[in-house]
């Protein structure tokens, strides 16, 4: 049974850090790309970075040069550092993976940023 365990979120001020964890259970990686998603009170789901299996990494331009993803195959696990926070970053985060045609959510973690 494939699980996705996000972790991390908490309460931050403008301009802090978060380092989110995403872990897997049920699957290996390998060379399926990974996807941190984010949604906002009242606001759709959107895709803020995704991470390949070659490494090859990409992110909305809302949030680069702030947050960088990553990834330890050995942990089976994703992370997503994020810095200089914002208050239009406060959301629950979900971790993603598509693996033979089905989507692959985990239950999020709320991050909020605000003085």
């Known amino acids: 049974q494939v699980q996705l365990v996000e972790s991390g979120g908490g309460l931050v001020l403008p301009g802090g850090s978060l380092r989110l964890s995403c872990a897997a259970s049920g699957i290996i990686f390998g060379s399926n790309p990974i996807s941190w998603y984010r949604q906002a009170p009242g606001r759709e789901r959107e895709l803020v970075a995704t991470?390949?299996?070659?490494?090859?990494?990409n992110y909305a331009d809302s949030v680069k040069g702030r947050f960088t993803i990553s990834r330890d195959t050995g942990k089976n696990t994703v992370y997503l550092q994020m810095d200089s926070l914002k208050p239009e970053d406060t959301a629950i985060y979900y971790c993603?993976?598509?693996?033979?045609?089905?989507?692959?959510w985990g239950e999020g973690t709320l991050v909020t940023v605000s003085s």
């Open positions: 993603h993976i598509g693996l033979l045609g089905k989507d692959y």
């Open positions: 991470i390949t299996g070659g490494g090859r990494t």
